[in-house]
């Protein structure tokens, strides 16, 4: 069993910054695909971004670009998302998840495991 472990959620004010963590096993990290999602209340859970086993590919939806940066710790076998410039809808559960296909933008349709979820509150 695949364990997707985040980490780094909180509240934070409009402007800040904040870095969420997946933690997973070597195994996983090494042999698959790994991102995040997000979902509000009220909304459908959308695509963030992810990154490719091989830590040379990764997509970032339209509406981080520029302001989220996902990236891969291969010592601790960890993939990070460097969050900038939080607005109040960026407010969701972030939750971690892996697969064995990628695509750009990655899709719920090609993921395997998910992590618990983390919550990020940001506000005005």
């Known amino acids: 069993q695949v364990q997707l472990v985040e980490s780094g959620g909180g509240l934070v004010q409009a402007g800040g910054s904040l870095r969420l963590s997946c933690i997973t096993d070597?195994?996983?990290?090494?042999?698959?695909?790994v991102g995040w999602f997000r979902q509000a209340p009220g909304k459908e859970r959308e695509f963030v971004a992810a990154?490719?086993?091989?830590?040379?590919?990764?997509s970032h939806a339209n509406s981080v670009r520029g302001r989220f940066t996902i990236s891969r710790d291969d010592a601790k076998s960890t993939v990070n998302l460097q969050m900038t410039n939080l607005k109040p809808e960026d407010t969701a559960i972030y939750s971690c998840?892996?697969?064995?296909?990628?695509?750009?933008?990655?899709?719920?349709?090609?993921?395997?495991?998910w992590g618990q979820g983390t919550q990020v509150t940001v506000s005005s």
């Open positions: 998840a892996s697969g064995f296909v990628y695509a750009d933008p990655w899709s719920e349709r090609l993921v395997s495991y």
């Open positions: 070597e195994r996983t990290f090494s042999r698959s695909v």
């Open positions: 990154s490719k086993w091989d830590g040379e590919s990764a």
